[in-house]
């Protein structure tokens, strides 16, 4: 049993540190790609309020049909979807959600990629949207890493960076806790994949790119083009660059090691959801120091409510044993000063 928590708490540190890295890979592409966040909607509600400022709700080159500030209002409203969608089937799925989503994640993410580099496009919307379609993909990885057995956020490093400064405190005035000292390891592995994640994205689309002279392995070259083509002096990258191709397949290896991450997630952790008992409630603390939750039965929770009600009512009756002295204090004080006048 307590090889089996080692694993567990393990797989937890590695799959932590695979979902963080996968999101700061997407963020970066998406960012080259679309200028926009996939996985961090703290970036896109900036991204929102700035183009409001900036370019207000006229239309630009970039949205091509709707203005700055629509385009990330609907990614947003996008990665809701995506919650709403994983919370519903997450009602009917409790212990699969994650397997039953890891086909549909990845196959979605994989044909958008796919389609991208084909260069076909839909009429009716332009390339730069179709981060609508990847960010409900990753509204369901992040609310199964939140809700599932990591129960921690893996796209975002802010509020690892701020438990890890306060376990570090704690630390250095002796009052750092066994519970938070088990946390520290999956916080700094998310803060260092996201890092990571991000400088693999950024390599990636740097070599991703062609030099821009048409001369030099291009795709343009047959044509005998000269100067710049990928992209011209005016930024626009001519159709036989081969640098918008590859460019469109980085996130391709990102929908099976999704798709492998959720079907972990669930083998591993289902089986401790099925070991609890229906009548148990999960305490804070494991009385062993373990991973494993510390249950509480039915018995101790109906001697718990009875000790929350006794000491309900010795509070309710030091309260009006109080009121009742300040009354009579109150009442003496009139008395006195009828008395008096």
């Known amino acids: 049993m307590a090889a089996e928590t080692v694993v567990r708490v393990r797989l937890r540190l590695v799959l932590a540190g695979i979902m963080a890295f996968m999101a700061g890979w997407v963020d970066v592409v998406c960012m080259s790609r679309y200028s926009a966040f996939a996985t961090m909607m703290t970036g896109n509600v900036l991204y929102l309020g700035r183009t409001i400022a900036v370019t207000g709700w006229q239309?630009?080159?970039?949205?091509?049909w709707l203005p700055e500030p629509i385009f990330y209002l609907s990614i947003i409203v996008a990665y809701v979807f995506g919650l709403?969608?994983?919370?519903?089937?997450?009602r009917r799925l409790p212990q699969w959600t994650a397997t039953a989503f890891a086909p549909v994640l990845a196959l979605g993410i994989m044909a958008l990629e796919l389609f991208e580099a084909s260069g076909s496009t839909a009429s009716f919307l332009p390339p730069r949207w179709n981060v609508m379609l990847i960010a409900p993909i990753f509204a369901v990885q992040a609310n199964?890493?939140?809700r599932g057995g990591l129960g921690t956020v893996t796209s975002m490093a802010t509020g690892h960076i701020h438990s890890l400064s306060n376990y570090a405190v704690q630390a250095c005035i002796g009052e750092l806790s066994v519970e938070n000292m088990k946390k520290i390891p999956v916080s700094a592995a998310i803060v260092v994949s996201l890092a990571l994640g991000a400088l693999a994205g950024a390599y990636a689309v740097n070599n991703a790119k062609d030099p821009p002279q048409?001369?030099?392995?291009?795709?343009?070259?047959?044509l005998g083009l000269s100067g710049n083509c990928c992209p011209t002096d005016d930024g626009v990258f001519l159709g036989c660059c081969r640098s918008s191709k590859?460019?469109?397949?980085?996130?391709?290896?990102?929908?099976?090691?999704l798709a492998l991450t959720l079907l972990t997630h669930d083998l591993m952790f289902r089986k401790r959801q099925e070991e609890l008992p229906d009548d148990a409630l999960l305490s804070p603390r494991s009385a062993s120091g373990s991973e494993s939750p510390q249950l509480l039965s039915a018995q101790e929770l109906e001697l718990a409510g009875g000790s929350f009600s006794v000491c309900s009512q010795r509070?309710?009756?030091?309260?009006?044993?109080?009121l009742e002295e300040n009354i009579?204090?109150?009442?003496?004080?009139?008395?006195?000063?009828?008395?008096?006048?």
């Open 59 to 64: 239309v630009t080159e970039k949205t091509e």
């Open 84 to 90: 709403i969608v994983h919370q519903a089937m997450e």
């Open 144 to 146: 199964i890493a939140l």
């Open 214 to 222: 048409c001369s030099l392995g291009t795709g343009c070259e047959h």
């Open 246 to 257: 590859r460019a469109h397949l980085l996130l391709l290896p990102v929908g099976p090691v």
């Open 315 to 322: 509070s309710l009756s030091s309260v009006s044993s109080r």
């Open 328 to 341: 009579e204090d109150s009442s003496d004080r009139s008395t006195a000063r009828a008395m008096a006048d």
